[in-house]
């Protein structure tokens, strides 16, 4: 059994306090010298959430068992939540009189700043689940750091994330348990899903000036730090599942951040932007 | 001229008529998502919390308590939606537990959530959790989980072994 992270209640009493000290003021907010890397930045956790939910949500109604079915659409569900609160913050930094819907409907793949991981074609349901796993480990360990963000307004929502994202880590770990330590067919398709995302892991750890300057005004956690903590646990999990860690680099893919994606993307955004593309402001 | 302003406790009581639109049988109050009613001069501001991010209840949960409000005669009201402290089941009150129950949804089992999620599950598969989940039918606690979601985001899908009944569990979180 993997000793995978425990997921810590949030400190609620000191969250309310630091909430109701702040009173909806975040100093970051209004700090014009930071902008531009916060707003990236932000759009990063928001295009992450997305990107990753659509792809998930792609499962809906397509899952092998009605529990899976369930459990992505589920899955979905949170991760566009998320989605709404990082880009709601992201628009409000900006200023500029968008909204996280004008944020995730009318930007062109070149202003996504997901990682290329994310967009990947969902595959077979290894892909998808190795998928999930490697970026729930990641996603856990840079939430539970973003809890103690400088910036109160990323604090909240990351304690509010965090306690969803634990379940996605709890699932997906275990199914990548059960899977590799299958049958033979579902062993050899772990391997080859773990083999075929390995290359893209990377660039979550990989930072560049945006990270350096959102980790300087200490609203976020260096990335380097959180590499080891993934490390480990997937480390664990993988050697649970009797699958093999890829001796390949980790980091051969990168850009996505930077707004340089795989073509991929592209159809995402073809299907999930058609409406407001053609429909222009069309509410119900 | 300025008419009377309803007291906030009188707030609270309309709100309690306010149902979830997911689990009727719970107010929105006895759900512990409203966190604050309070004036700013003569505008009534309620804070409310959504249980979990995605949840497609939340703006449909906003509707019905303006809808409650404005049909009691507020005409001056902002919702505000506060993230912190996030929800937790903790603010389940029991009288909402015992309504779930009886609804047919087994109530959160308080502290599961917050001992850690993966101690937890480690604790539960070696076979030494003390977590029991009753079948809200026949109150047995020979019951297992078929899945950790559930028909909603708050739920997960357990099956009672001795009446067979499918159930869901109001999940600790």
């Given at each position: 059994m993997p000793s995978l992270p425990d997921a810590a209640t949030p400190d609620v009493v000191a969250l309310a306090e630091r909430a109701a000290a702040a009173q909806g003021h975040d100093?970051?907010?209004?700090?014009v010298a930071l902008k531009p890397a916060f707003f990236d930045w932000l759009c990063r956790m928001g295009d992450n959430s997305l990107v990753l939910g659509h792809r998930i949500s792609e499962w809906c109604g397509h899952g092998p068992v009605l529990e899976e079915d369930i459990a992505l659409a589920n899955t979905a569900l949170d991760l566009i939540g998320h989605t709404q609160m990082w880009l709601g913050l992201a628009a409000e930094v900006e200023g500029?009189?968008?909204?996280a819907d004008k944020l995730a409907f009318l930007r062109d793949a070149m202003k996504f700043r997901n990682l290329k991981l994310l967009e990947l074609p969902n595959g077979d349901m290894a892909v998808t689940l190795m998928r999930e796993f490697l970026f729930d480990a990641f996603h856990f360990e840079l939430l539970t750091a973003l809890t103690g963000s400088s910036s109160p307004r990323v604090a909240e929502i990351a304690a509010k994330a965090l306690k969803e994202v634990s379940y996605h880590l709890e699932r997906s770990s275990d199914l990548v348990v059960r899977l590799g330590d299958g049958t033979e067919e579902s062993h050899a398709r772990m391997q080859a899903a773990l083999n075929k995302l390995w290359p893209y892991t990377g660039e979550m750890f990989t930072a560049d000036a945006v990270d350096d300057a959102v980790a300087e005004a200490g609203i976020a956690p260096s990335l380097a730090d959180l590499l080891p903590l993934w490390q480990r646990t997937v480390a664990e999990v993988l050697d649970e599942a009797t699958l093999g860690q890829p001796e390949q680099r980790f980091d051969a893919q990168s850009g996505g951040k930077q707004g340089r994606h795989t073509e991929h993307l592209g159809y995402i955004l073809a299907e999930m932007q058609f409406l407001q593309r053609a429909y222009p402001g069309a509410s119900w | 001229m300025t008419a009377v302003l309803p007291s906030t406790e009188q707030v609270w009581d309309w709100l309690g008529?306010?149902?979830?639109?997911?689990?009727?049988?719970?107010s929105v109050t006895e759900l512990g998502i409203v966190r604050e009613v309070r004036w700013e001069g003569e505008t009534l501001v309620v804070a409310v919390t959504p249980t979990?991010?995605?949840?497609?209840a939340t703006s449909v949960i906003d509707l019905m308590i303006e809808t409650q409000l404005r049909e009691k005669g507020i005409t001056d009201l902002r919702l505000e939606r506060r993230l912190s402290p996030p929800w937790t089941t903790?603010?389940?009150?029991d009288a909402a537990r015992d309504k779930l129950r009886a609804y047919g949804i087994a109530p959160p089992v308080d502290g599961t959530a917050s001992d850690g999620l993966m101690a937890g599950r480690a604790a539960r598969l070696s076979g030494r959790s003390n977590l029991v989940i009753a079948c809200?039918?026949?109150?047995?606690?020979?019951t297992e989980r078929v899945s950790q979601f559930g028909s909603t985001p708050c739920k997960a899908s357990y099956r009672c072994r001795d009446c067979l009944e499918p159930f869901d569990y109001f999940k600790c979180h």
């Open positions: 100093p970051h907010i209004s700090d500029a009189g968008r909204d | 008529e306010v149902p979830d639109p997911e689990i009727p049988v719970v979990y991010s995605g949840c497609p903790d603010w389940v009150t809200p039918r026949c109150g047995s606690s020979h």
